[in-house]
């Protein structure tokens, strides 16, 4: 399976700032997928990104908000933009995996806005 | 949208036992999937399952894919202080995205 790595691993933030999450495949994947999971819940995709095109929000998800890039085949970030408490969530990415519409995880970034 | 129900919420059991978790749906799915996330961790994909009636097992844990199309059950037979965790399901259909199950979180007393 690929090996997938998030940077940074968790963050405390003030509101108002932003943050952006990067993350890392040891292997080349056409898409890239980013999750929110809230505290206690579960996971909510939040946009699909394609290496070379914008990326694809799912309802609920702006681009303002969450501005994601894929500058190549291997690399992806997430940012999270003007920040408020309710953002306050674990953030994954994950990638397809070997098998038919699996996706392995990364690590997550825990991030807290106070 | 299609939401995906796991039973139960959580699970407080002792070393040794085995365990049953279900996920159920509104609608139909042509994969189901399970996975275990761990504190501080990403979820680790566990058992695929593609076709209705097919019954999947790695190691001690045994998935099955509903006739229905609609439902989904994970077993976890003599469990050990590694398995405390929680145990996702997820479903796919067409071109729609993964969709996930609420989630079942499992406590082992030693």
């Known amino acids: 399976s690929a090996v997938i790595s998030q940077k940074p691993s968790r963050d405390i933030c003030q509101r108002g700032t932003s943050l952006t999450i990067q993350c890392q495949v040891d292997?080349?994947?056409?898409?890239m997928f980013w999750y929110r999971q809230q505290p206690g819940q579960s996971l909510t995709l939040i946009a699909t990104a394609n290496q070379g095109s914008e990326a694809t929000y799912e309802s609920g998800f702006v681009i303002d908000k969450f501005p994601i890039s894929r500058p190549n085949l291997t690399f992806s970030t997430l940012t999270v933009s003007n920040m408020s408490p309710e953002d306050s969530s674990i953030y994954l990415c994950?990638?397809?995996?070997?098998?038919?519409?699996?996706?392995?995880f990364g690590p997550g970034t825990r991030l807290t806005v106070t | 949208g299609q939401q995906l129900n796991q039973s139960p919420q959580s699970m407080f059991i002792q070393e040794g036992e085995d365990v049953s978790m279900n996920c159920t749906s509104s609608?139909?799915?042509?994969?189901w999937l399970w996975y275990k996330q761990e504190p501080g961790e990403g979820p680790v994909l566990l058992i695929a399952?593609?076709?209705?009636?097919e019954l999947t097992s790695n190691g001690r844990l045994t998935a099955q894919f509903g006739i229905t199309r609609k439902d989904s059950f994970l077993n976890i037979s003599a469990s050990i202080p590694s398995d405390v965790g929680i145990y996702f399901c997820a479903g796919h259909f067409g071109n729609e995205k993964l969709t996930f199950g609420t989630g079942t979180r499992l406590t082992i007393i030693p």
């Open positions: 292997s080349q994947v056409t898409m």
């Open positions: 399952l593609y076709k209705a009636g």
């Open positions: 994950s990638v397809p995996g070997t098998g038919l519409y699996e996706q392995y």
């Open positions: 609608s139909i799915f042509n994969t």
